[in-house]
């Protein structure tokens, strides 16, 4: 038997150098693996590139490494509830590189299946495909380095013919996760929302670390009930049902209402 269980976070981190890529699930703060960003943060990385769909709040998610001044560069298609990354972004401490939603998990999907570019419509037309997209700003309120122009074709689509820019494909050196149950072997199972970026983040890292909030013997989990196989995860970490779990915005109605 393939037991791909480590006894913690800290251990599931350790071998991660500086200047390590790492795709991060998540989208807003459902599905942040976040034993494993805070074992990362205890033991120093720093100089990191991180994918995933956003970078967490200030003082949660990868907004943690952020404060701490541990991440480089951010893939990601919004960054809009963090006022620390935007000080770091126009501060030119921060490079950017902003990608449609959808494009961005494609992107991770393909890394994961072997792919290395695909063709599609978003972004045709704007600064996406034209090049010129700030990725790093100098500080003073100019732009140090833009993002390059793509390569657009066009393609004969039921007979109508329509442009698609070149998107390339994004492999990470290491991929953080949350699940909701996993077994020895890697087989996870996420739980309603947090089923976002989590398995396509596990596809495009070369080594794949999940954390699991419950972990059960192999046969534990009925197959038809994988939602990511083995395959893509190296290590298991079992964080337990209790651990914390934030809301980004939490919204209540009035008594009555």
Known sequence: MI??????????????????????????????????????????????????NNCGVDDWGLGVLLRARRIRKMTSSYVGENKEFERQFLSGELELELTPQGTLAEKLRAGGSGIAAFFTQTGVGTQVADGGLPRRYDGRGGVALASPAKDVRTFAVDGVEKEYVLEEAITTDFAFVHALRGDRHGNLVFAKSARNFNPLAAMAGRVCIAQVEELVEPGGIDPDAVHLPGVFVHRVVEVGTEIEKRIERRTVAAEGE
């Open 3 to 52: 037991d791909k269980t480590v006894a913690g976070a800290a251990e599931a981190v350790a071998d991660i150098p500086d200047g390590a890529s790492i795709a991060v699930g998540g989208f807003g703060l459902s599905g942040n693996p976040i034993a494993l960003i805070e074992a990362l943060l205890a033991q120093g990385t720093t100089d990191l590139s991180i994918v995933s």
